[in-house]
């Protein structure tokens, strides 16, 4: 791939990316229902595709699913400290990732 050429079916100026970027980090970030969550991170994911960095999504979408059933074995299976230690770290990664993405 060759810098500068467009690759996906889209193209977005810079700074549209990064309105887009802050206002998706913004709303993942205050978003109260875990699966509003997961419709604003798929969301994501499908504007990625578009923007033809499909590898790349497919990666952070399977890192993502990583962290919810890390989250999900800490709630259920962690006890004490421990599941407060983990239920804790992993919610943080789970509101940062999809920054990354």
């Avoid at 887009?20 to 699966?35: A, C, E, K, N, Y």
């Avoid at 993502?64 to 983990?86: H, M, R």
């Amino acid at each position: 791939m060759k810098f500068g050429v467009a690759t996906g079916l889209i193209r977005l100026d810079p700074r549209t990316k990064l309105l887009l970027l802050t206002l998706g980090s913004i709303s993942v970030f205050v978003m109260p229902d875990p699966r509003l969550e997961y419709v604003l991170v798929g969301a994501t994911a499908v504007l990625g595709v578009m923007l033809g960095t499909g590898r790349f999504m497919l990666r952070s979408i399977i890192w993502y699913g990583v962290v919810i059933g890390a989250s999900f074995l800490g709630i259920t299976y962690a006890s004490g400290e421990i599941q407060i230690v983990i239920v804790a770290s992993v919610l943080f990664l789970r509101k940062l990732f999809p920054t990354v993405m």
